[in-house]
């Protein structure tokens, strides 16, 4: 069994800042790509930003400059380093990983179940 726990979500006013964390538990083999997604009220999910095994990182346009990712896989852990924050950045922001599991020849994804980000004066 694999399991995604997001945390770091919360209420926090326009311009403000937040950290997300992703911790990866269970029978893992490998983590491949990590990434952030989110979905706000009425629309569809979109991805916000993904970081590879090697460190490579790619972000939506909406987000460059102000959305940091990262990862440290001594810990199957992924971060997003949220700034400037937008009241358009509220959304539900859900985790993703590719992971190869014990037992198993092929990678998966597994989600988390999300944290919930609000930005609102």
């Known amino acids: 069994q694999v399991q995604l726990a997001e945390s770091g979500g919360g209420l926090v006013q326009p311009g403000g800042s937040l950290r997300l964390s992703c911790a990866a538990s269970?029978?893992?083999?490998?983590?491949?790509?990590m990434g952030w997604y989110r979905q706000a009220p009425g629309k569809q999910r979109e991805l916000v930003a993904a970081?590879?095994?090697?460190?490579?990182?790619n972000y939506a346009d909406s987000v460059k400059g102000r959305f940091t990712i990262s990862r440290d896989n001594a810990k199957n852990t992924v971060y997003l380093q949220v700034n400037s924050l937008k009241p358009e950045d509220t959304a539900v922001y859900y985790c993703?990983?590719?992971?190869?599991?014990?037992?198993?020849?092929?990678?998966?994804?597994?989600w988390g179940k999300g944290t919930l980000v609000t930005v609102s004066s």
């Open positions: 993703n990983a590719n992971i190869i599991r014990h037992g198993w020849a092929y990678a998966m994804d597994y």
């Open positions: 970081i590879s095994s090697g460190g490579s990182t």
């Open positions: 269970g029978s893992i083999v490998r983590i491949n790509t």
